[in-house]
């Protein structure tokens, strides 16, 4: 019977062949069926693989750049904050904590590193999870998936789509080329943080190439979990997890070991620049510029090789424009200096009176329509009587001063009182050779207030406008040494009489004072003689693209325009009557640095070379001895310049331009609405409440020698001048002059 049991259990020759064919089949078999798996992965069967060209333009969110002159980033257009860097931009100290944290070997393998991942799966086995991804993988992940899956089939055929993904990277770039990759596209979790540009400078006010260990090795362990290791929510964390990267650098010999125990001592520093719209210089401006690059591509229908449209927020584009970062944050500096100073004048004006009485009452009711909190109360239905007791009821909110924001608790109507007694200001600077715009200053607080009052808005230009009326004169055969009547006055008759209110300074007065000392009697005399359309087409041949109405008070600026405009006519003056363009865009490239557009602006020759000069002449007199003075008395400018104040009925606006031979620049000052303004002409006058800004800025402008903007006088035009600007001579032969000017006009 034993014997029989020990025959069957032993196995023969022919059932050891059997077997042997049957291993080797199902060994062959799951081979087989791996490598059709993995083929299948490989060419797109359960998901799309990037092609080679995916790989070098990943689909990512990349913000677009504004650069200025000087080639500083003025800002950035985005939905996630991504910008891309260079392997020449990375500081060697990010390199060295990446791949002493996350890949030791990756120098030594080719995408996947086997020896690592067969070691991190017998971890696995006894409970010990670690993670086996090589940077090239991780990259991988980064670029072409929609994030880690979450189930464990879709999870797994992921890891083979990551891990094909990594050998063609591997065969196809260089590792700089791959961890540049890595970085610039990694997640830094909170604040729209996304690449390692974008990281360095929200959390350490840096760029890459300049970060020290401490900051690498913060950043680096992002990595693992950017929210629970993040510096700012959980410092702790960040520090133990710094300090793992720093250990791992000394293990891997970046650092010693003395080296090593130093930086784990140190505390964390941070300087956290948080990026948002209105961060960074000229916020305005960029503001301003995106609306008109998508204008200018729908226009001249500029879309990619595709025919889909360019997206500012995503497509990583490089925007070159004229501004200088120096002479823009100049102009900001200025601007802050002197709104603080008046800001604190105009309150202490309305202190113990009531600026919303009477009919001023509806300047709250406008205030309150106008407001997004009323627009949303509407779409919810609210009736009038409770949305009433809505702007009544105290809510906690943040407010604009000049030290600040401000955290308070007030009611939505007196938000709106508050809001309307904030003075705004506009500035803009350009040289009216090149026509290129050198700085912006759109408002006096993005954040706060939105809207662009160098361009967008337009406001009454008062005296402003007066040289207009000037040139055509000149242009017409006028010297400024003509004396005219300068007397209350009526132009016109019937429905269209006209007469002008002012201040006489005596008469008859010269063309040259009357325009120094403003004066409206002498103005309205001119503009009866040489036309108000001649004026008024001239103005517009000048720039001017608003409204201006053929009737007599445009001479005293009875029109609306832009500082943008204004300050582009006056540069037609200094340019020898030539108008150029004014130009803030120079050429926008994509992000590969091949350009889509370039801006070429129009010039037009709109005055007599001589008539301009001329013109600018007389404007030098308003600086050397009339209402533009305070120049020279109380900030001691010693240099040729010129310019002009303007100041509006009951001094709603502010204004004054000033020019230089190499710019133009232009200042408005007033509140939201023309019915607030300042109770006396004092205060409230382009002299006080505009040429401020001006003087401020061009102090700085000068005071900075690396602009190399000099102090020399307007140049003559070719072919020099033939009329007489010295007054005192011009009047021994006066009558000669005045006959010939007779003949000429026709009377």
């Not at 006056?570 to 004014?582: C, D, L, M, Q, T």
């Not at 000052?669 to 001006?694: C, K, N, W």
Request: hydrophobic content about 35%; proline content about 4%.
């Amino acid at each position: 019977m034993s014997k029989q049991v020990k025959k069957k259990n032993t196995l023969t020759t022919e059932d050891v062949k059997r077997y042997t064919r049957n291993f080797w089949k199902v060994l062959i078999g799951v081979i087989l069926l791996e490598f059709l798996f993995i083929f299948s992965v490989g060419i797109g069967l359960f998901g799309k693989l990037p092609t080679f060209r995916d790989l070098e333009n990943p689909k990512s969110n990349l913000a677009s750049e504004v650069i200025s002159a000087d080639n500083v980033v003025l800002g950035t257009y985005f939905v996630q904050n991504r910008s891309n860097v260079r392997y020449d931009e990375l500081s060697p100290n990010l390199v060295q904590a990446l791949i002493a944290t996350e890949d030791k070997r990756f120098y030594r393998h080719s995408g996947i590193d086997y020896r690592r991942t067969f070691t991190i799966i017998f971890y696995n086995l006894l409970g010990r999870r670690q993670g086996a991804s090589t940077i090239t993988q991780q990259l991988a992940l980064n670029l072409f998936s929609e994030g880690r899956a979450r189930s464990t089939g879709k999870r797994i055929i992921q890891k083979f789509q990551e891990w094909i993904t990594a050998v063609r990277l591997e065969r196809n770039y260089t590792k700089e080329e791959i961890i540049t990759m890595y970085f610039n596209t990694v997640d830094f979790g909170a604040y729209n943080t996304y690449g390692i540009k974008s990281a360095a400078r929200t959390y350490f006010n840096t760029t890459p190439d300049k970060l020290n260990v401490q900051q690498a090795a913060i950043l680096v362990g992002m990595l693992k979990g950017p929210g629970i290791y993040s510096p700012v929510r959980y410092p702790q964390n960040a520090i133990r997890r710094r300090n793992v990267v720093i250990e791992n650098m000394r293990s891997e010999g970046f650092l010693t070991r003395e080296e090593s125990l130093k930086l784990q001592k140190e505390p964390l520093v941070l300087d956290m620049r948080i990026s948002n719209y209105g961060e960074g210089l000229a916020p305005y401006f960029r503001a301003v510029m995106k609306r008109e690059i998508q204008r200018q591509f729908n226009e001249m229908s500029i879309t990619k090789a595709d025919g889909t449209p360019w997206d500012l927020d995503r497509d990583g584009l490089k925007i070159y424009t004229t501004i200088n970062s120096k002479m823009q944050l100049y102009a900001e500096e200025a601007q802050k200096e002197w709104m603080k100073t008046i800001q604190a004048s105009f309150d202490k004006q309305w202190k113990s009176r009531d600026p919303f009485r009477g009919d001023k009452a509806k300047l709250l009711e406008t205030g309150m329509k106008r407001s997004d909190r009323y627009r949303m109360l509407k779409q919810a239905g609210k009736s009038d009587a409770e949305i009433k007791k809505d702007f009544d009821t105290p809510v906690p909110m943040t407010i604009f001063t000049w030290e600040g924001n401000k955290d308070t608790t007030m009611t939505p109507m007196d938000s709106i009182r508050y809001n309307k007694l904030i003075l705004r200001n506009a500035f803009m600077s350009m040289e009216p050779q090149t026509g290129y715009v050198r700085a912006w200053v759109g408002g006096i607080n993005f954040e706060h207030y939105k809207y662009d009052q160098v361009k967008m808005g337009t406001r009454q230009v008062g005296s402003t406008a007066k040289p207009f009326t000037y040139a055509v004169a000149i242009d017409n055969g006028f010297s400024p040494c003509f004396q005219v009547p300068n007397v209350p006055l009526t132009v016109g008759s019937g429905p269209y009489a006209w007469t002008p209110r002012g201040e006489s300074v005596g008469s008859p007065i010269t063309l040259r004072r009357a325009l120094a000392n403003s004066q409206n009697f002498a103005t309205a005399y001119m503009v009866n003689e040489v036309g108000a359309r001649a004026v008024a087409t001239l103005t517009k041949r000048m720039g001017i693209t608003s409204e201006v109405p053929e009737y007599p008070s445009i001479s005293l600026g009875a029109y609306e325009a832009s500082v943008y405009d204004m300050v582009g006519a006056y540069s037609a003056f200094v340019n020898h009557g030539v108008w150029v363009e004014p130009t803030y865009i120079l050429r926008i490239e994509d992000k590969n640095g091949m350009p889509i557009y370039e801006k070429a602006p129009r010039v037009t020759k709109v005055l007599n070379s001589e008539s301009a000069y001329i013109m600018v002449d007389m404007l030098k007199s308003v600086v050397d001895g009339g209402s533009g003075q305070r120049l020279r008395w109380r900030y001691n400018f010693t240099n040729p310049m010129g310019g002009k104040t303007g100041t509006t009925n009951d001094n709603a606006d502010a204004w004054f331009i000033g020019i230089t031979p190499e710019l133009v620049s232009g200042v408005w000052t007033g509140a939201e609405d023309r019915g607030i303004s300042f109770y006396s002409m004092a205060e409230g006058q382009g002299a006080q409440a505009a040429l401020p800004v001006f003087a401020l800025y061009m102090q700085k402008v000068y005071a900075d020698t690396t602009l190399h903007y000099t102090k020399d006088d307007f140049p003559l035009p070719e072919g020099g001048i033939s009329k007489e600007l010295d007054c005192s001579k011009y009047q021994e032969f006066m009558p000669q002059e005045e006959e010939k000017l007779d003949d000429r006009l026709g009377f």
